[in-house]
């Protein structure tokens, strides 16, 4: 299957002084319990947005999705992608969003590094 490419919104490099007030880099700081209260408080769309940001190659996007002929992603899925993307590079991380094992259920990003 060929893969498409569709950039609608190109995200600008946020200078690193400027990190530490951007709400994206913020949500990569939070330690896992913060991390997971914070993400199923989120709505879909700003989980979405994140995903997008942090990979513009990503189909995230509900258009993007659609296109490659996918279902859009749910509120919960988008939920979990978030959470095993900032989580999977951390030392000591078992696989687990609460008490559910994420690793083994098919998921739009890779839970490995």
């Known amino acids: 299957m060929k893969r498409h490419l569709y950039a ?3 995200y600008p490099i946020v200078p690193e002084e400027q990190r530490t007030n951007d709400w994206r880099y913020q949500l990569m ?13 989120m709505p879909r769309e700003k ?9 513009v190659y990503g189909i995230f996007r509900d258009e993007d999705s659609i296109a490659e002929g996918y279902e859009p992603l749910s509120k919960e899925h ?34 490995e590094v």
């Open 8 to 10: 609608h919104s190109p």
């Open 29 to 41: 700081e939070l330690s896992e319990d913060a991390l997971l209260k914070k993400v199923n408080a």
């Open 78 to 111: 988008a939920a979990i992608c978030v959470f095993v993307v900032v989580m999977r590079s951390r030392e000591g991380w078992d696989g687990n969003m609460g008490g559910i094992y994420v690793k083994d259920i098919s998921l739009a990003v890779s839970t």
């Open 47 to 55: 989980l979405i947005e994140w995903l997008a940001w942090n990979d």
